[in-house]
Nanobody
């Protein structure tokens, strides 16, 4: 079954950290670039970060540069998003994406 499954979300205080994971199955993970998106309540889904097939090239939306790090482990068919210095405005459901394939998302809430 071709699918993406996110995990690692939760409640964290401002300034805290979380690491999200995206487990891929049913396709050759290493042959696709991958993306993270997020959707805050009442907002449209926005792109957060992308990573190349080999993990060498990464890009980020300006608002998370220097705080978030996208990475992948092709041997484990898994992508990650390390999120540091979290802010309340990072609160959103975070989605893993490959072309038209989406996971169900994992909720990140940043609040004191």
């Amino acid at each position: 079954q071709v699918q993406l499954v996110e995990s690692g979300g939760g409640l964290v205080q401002p300034g805290g950290s979380l690491r999200l994971s995206c487990a891929a199955s049913g396709f050759t993970f290493s042959t696709y670039s991958m993306n993270w998106f997020r959707q805050a309540p009442g907002n449209e889904r926005e792109w957060v970060a992308s990573i190349s097939r080999d993990g060498v090239s990464t890009t980020y939306v300006h608002s998370v540069k220097g705080r978030f790090t996208i990475s992948r482990d092709n041997a484990k068919n898994t992508m990650y998003l390390q999120m540091n210095s979290l802010k309340p405005e990072d609160t959103a459901v975070y989605y893993c994406n490959r072309l038209s394939l989406w996971g169900r998302g994992t909720l990140v809430t940043v609040s004191s």
